[in-house]
């Protein structure tokens, strides 16, 4: 090794204080650096320490809580640690899936921003060998009347339409909020699943000695250098100076990249392939080395690049998008080339595995760096961050929240606030027919897609309720998953397994590390008494600006399996004179509801509290209402309590409902918009009723009976009816003026 | 029937198209490479919708310079079918085999909506299986379906009964609510919305089968 370090030493730059800290390397971990060396770093091996070590790709801060999630179960083939989680659909069927942020890019520069979200998580999924079949996403923007917003959602939609849409993949539902506190930090989550076949699935670990590294996809040019660490830093004023960090997208190279890498997977070849996603070149190989424990030697001379004159430090800190590294069985790479040079794609072979334990690069016939992988990998640091609880809210009682005029005049307008209103605006820019699999679109309680051949669907949904988590962030955690549960639930799945994405502020502040913690513990709780357990995620902190966080938003991707889709529930009213059944039980909770905040104008008090084993009780049971073909239409309760779910299952339908209040309640207010856990709406064929009623109070559960579908009106005795129509045009109309006013 | 899908870099509806071919007539198409030369001998050949060549210069202009559309021309010259779909439509006018062109949509997004379709020319190969007038909903999915053409060439497509399918609602500002066009001919026809996605009523309906059997017929 004499001769690297002198190699080391002539291209070494004086590394000052200042460059470690442009580095976001703090003193310590620059001193770690040098003990594990044994020597000062060159800048080459500097950048790459910097971003194997942030935040973004260590997991520093979260690692020690992130081990306490449940990630175990007889259906999970792959939990986390590869490129996505796995998760077993029977008949040798495997749905692959991961979500994913893209939270600072997208705040900088929307639509490209989106659109190699959209990417990075497409190529997560098809690495693992399974083709892209559903992808979903979880917005969050800041008021609609700050002077961005409106710039930001037009961006972020429009890109996240423009990757997908190219790739031919149906984008089938989402969640879309906006909020205050995400004024300076929007955040762009994008989930995508996947189905493979459960013997033919990819990983990352490059097993074996001196065999072939190749490089597949794009060019690399110099854009994204240092995504990952910008996204491992907080915002202040000058953030949109940071344009240069975010990455451009070419979703038509994705999509040859997509058809070569499925086309390759089916002949014998591949040992292990990883995207470059965040820390490029870096993070791949040292992924792929360290799983694999062996050491990897690439020339850089050989990486194809899209500008001249490119340094080591900028090709291994590139975040040019839609490429890919791979390890070759031996003597198979003009099976491979063959195969790339029909989709017009660049095949390069850049390197070997090597029994060195070390990543080498050699560029200009020089070493230019020479660095053992396990401490970029595993020995990362780990931070047990200080945390303070946060505050236990008191739990409002509904007498203590103004009643309205009318239930319908407030129903009215909740259905017209930007919380609750249509996301059609949104949800019309993303193809979501296409594979022409789709079984349930957008405005669901969940997406659901065919499995393609089979009887099978696969359900999908994303949720999470920040005001929640904030309140409390232990019930909220457990109410995000269980709130995935439910809607996946709702449309006769059976929950299998879920994909978190972590967007939380600045994890130095103990009361934010609160939150993560909190959060944590309700959601483990939670996927644990669902037998739900995590399989892929990711986690993106330093969501601030200016030192004001973000709302906690742990955002929860779920998927279930519907075994028979011809026994699948849809939401909207079926038929006049059915009956309309509410399971579970409603106390009347209004703390930290919308009703609340729209109407009563002050969101304050505890969140609705979980009790989990009545969310798996009731939902077990609706399950069978809905596999037994007893179940006409179901839809669950959540933002804006009964009132808002039955306003839903009507506009979906275009029929009304004869309503009334159950004579026991005190509050009507409280039971139409309270946002009690745990309650679905049922509705069955009027001969169906009393034996369906029977079996419900037999299986000790609540229920009520609201009263009939019918008519075009929704009509609550005692109260004044509103038409369908006219809430469907209160519904419809918010976003589209919105989004056309300048 | 025997049918061939033309593969651009970029299809995406290629699979939707073959699996609904095969479910209609019985027989999986063929699949043939842009780069291929020849054809095989069949009687119906579909540019499927996509995003041939990423739609990085004008929709459907890199890939009407295809090498494989020469034998796709031979194709049409012979009087044998041919149907372009979304994307495949925008090939066909940029390979002027119909006239016209598809502009960015009026509202400037992406549009993916069901929409009603009127029925304007039921005498055609590909519409003899529905009723003229009649409204069918097949859903639209894209960014460039604004069909846009001089007033002489609107003129002649509607005094010679060519306007095969017309919106009911327009999603894109096309011109007289165009959806849907055939040659003079009438054996090369091209639409923006996407008959394969509707030919199985566990998907939102089956209103796209009778453009696929009505060919079947026409053979």
Known sequence: MTSTVEA?????????????????????????????????????ELGIFSVMWSEHCSYK??????????TKGPQVIQGPGENAGVVDLGDGDAAVFKMESHNHPSFIEPYQGAATGVGGIMRDVFTMGARPVANMNALRFGAPEHAKTRHLVAGVVSGIGGYGNCMGVPTIGGETNFDPRYNGNILVNAMTVGLARTDKIFYSAAKGVGNPVVYVGSKTGRDGIHGATMASAEFDDDSDEKRPTVQVGDPFTEKLLLEACLELMNEDAIIAIQDMGAAGLTSSSVEMADKGGVGIKLDLDQVPQREESMTAYEMMLSESQERMLMVLQPGREDVARKIFEK????????????????????????????????????????????????????VIEASEVKAPETLSSALECLMGTPDLCSRRWIWEQYDYTVMADTMQIPGGDAGVVRVHG???????????????CEADPREGGMQAVAETWRNLTATGAKPLAITDCLNFGNPERPEIMGQFVGCIEGMAEACKALDYPVVSGNVSLYNETNGQGIL????????????????????????????????????????????????????????????????????????????NGTATAVHDVSDGGIAVAIAEMAMASGLGAKLATPSEVEAPHGFWFGEDQARYIVTVKCDDAHKVITHILEAGIKVNRLGLVGGNSLDIEGDAPISVEKLKATHEAWLPAYMSTN | MKSAVIVFPGSNCDRDAAV????????????????????????????????????????????????????????????RYLVGICNGFQVLTEAHLLPGALMRNAGLNFVCRTVPLIVANDETAFTRGYKKDSIIKVPVAHHDGNYFADDATLE????????????????????????????????????MPHPERVVDPMLGG????????????AV
């Open chain 1, 552 to 627: 906690p938003t742990p955002a929860i991707g779920g998927i279930g399996l519907i075994e028979d889709v011809s026994r699948m529930a849809t939401l909207a009213f079926k038929d006049e004179g059915d009956v309309i059944l509410l399971l579970g039980k409603t106390i009347g909770h209004l703390g930290q509801s919308l009703y609340q905040r729209h109407i009563d104008g002050d969101v304050k008090g505890a969140p609705p509290p979980v009790n989990l084993d009545k969310e798996r009780k009731i939902g077990d049971f609706v399950r069978t209402l809905i596999t």
């Open chain 1, 454 to 468: 089979t009887q099978k669907g696969l359900a999908v949904t994303t949720d999470v309720t920040p005001r929640y």
């Open chain 2, 156 to 191: 002649m497509l509607e005094g010679e009964g060519r306007v095969v399918f017309r919106y009911g609602e327009n999603p894109n500002g096309s011109l007289h609510d165009i959806a849907g066009i055939i040659n003079k001919r009438g054996n090369v026809l091209g639409l």
């Open chain 1, 343 to 394: 989709w017009g794609l660049d095949f390069a072979i850049i390197g070997i595995t090597t029994d060195t334990g070390h990543l080498t690069l050699s560029h200009g016939g020089e070493i230019v760096c020479d660095i053992p992988i396990a401490p970029l990998a595993d020995d990362a640091p780990k931070y047990e961050r200080p945390w303070v609880a946060s505050k236990q809210q008191d």
């Open chain 2, 206 to 217: 089956e209103d796209g089968v009778p453009f696929f059997s009505s060919v079947m017929e």
């Open chain 2, 20 to 79: 609904a071919l095969e479910r209609i007539t019985g027989n999986a198409p063929h699949m043939v490479w842009h780069k291929d030369t020849d054809l095989p001998e069949v009687d119906l050949v579909v540019l499927p919708g996509g995003f041939s060549f990423g739609d990085y210069l004008r929709s459907g202009a890199m890939s009407a310079s295809s090498p494989i559309m020469a034998a796709v021309k031979a194709h049409a010259d012979a009087g």
């Open chain 1, 8 to 44: 080391t030493k002539d291209t070494m730059s004086e590394i000052t204080p200042e460059i470690v800290a442009e580095h976001g390397l703090t003193e310590d971990e620059y001193a770690l650096i040098v003990k594990r060396l044994n020597r000062e770093p060159n800048l080459t």
């Open chain 1, 61 to 70: 801060s979260s690692r020690f809580w992130l081990a306490k999630l449940p």
